[in-house]
């Protein structure tokens, strides 16, 4: 069988405060958009600014710490690996979605101290 690789390293900012959902058992999810800005020249040569979101998901104990270090504007590098997932919206219509599950997370926010 060969080896399967599903990795993604990003880094940018968040675009909002983390939204946290708890569920029985002690169980916890946390969802943030994360924003990345890319930048070039356009066939004009103009200056271009094109900003891609990607929304991140944290479970349990990383949920928390999301939650508690992660808020809007906050620069951060995660790694972690694409998540698929179809579902019905509340009018009927079937979505698709591809979320990032968070591995690893690196707050690049210099501190106050610093």
């Not at 399967?4 to 169980?27: C, H, P, Q, R």
């Not at 916890?28 to 800005?37: F, G, Q, S």
């Not at 992660?70 to 979605?97: M, P, Q």
């Given at each position: 069988m060969e080896n399967v690789i599903n990795k993604v390293v990003l880094s940018g900012f968040a675009g909002a405060d983390v939204e946290v959902k708890a569920f029985g058992k002690g169980k916890k999810m946390?969802?943030?958009?994360?924003?990345?800005n890319e930048f070039f020249r356009s066939a004009n040569g103009e200056e271009?600014?094109?900003?891609?979101?990607f929304?991140?998901?944290?479970?349990?104990?990383?949920?928390?710490?999301?939650e508690e270090?992660?808020?809007?504007?906050s620069r951060l590098t995660i790694e972690g690996r694409l998540n698929n997932s179809v579902y019905e919206s509340k009018d009927g219509v079937k979505r698709y979605?591809?979320?990032?599950?968070?591995?690893?997370?690196?707050?690049?926010?210099?501190s106050k101290d610093q």
């Amino acid at each position: 069988m060969e080896n399967v690789i599903n990795k993604v390293v990003l880094s940018g900012f968040a675009g909002a405060d983390v939204e946290v959902k708890a569920f029985g058992k002690g169980k916890k999810m946390a969802r943030v958009n994360l924003a990345i800005n890319e930048f070039f020249r356009s066939a004009n040569g103009e200056e271009t600014k094109k900003t891609q979101w990607f929304t991140l998901v944290f479970w349990n104990a990383k949920a928390t710490m999301a939650e508690e270090q992660i808020k809007k504007g906050s620069r951060l590098t995660i790694e972690g690996r694409l998540n698929n997932s179809v579902y019905e919206s509340k009018d009927g219509v079937k979505r698709y979605a591809t979320d990032i599950v968070v591995d690893a997370l690196t707050l690049l926010d210099k501190s106050k101290d610093q």
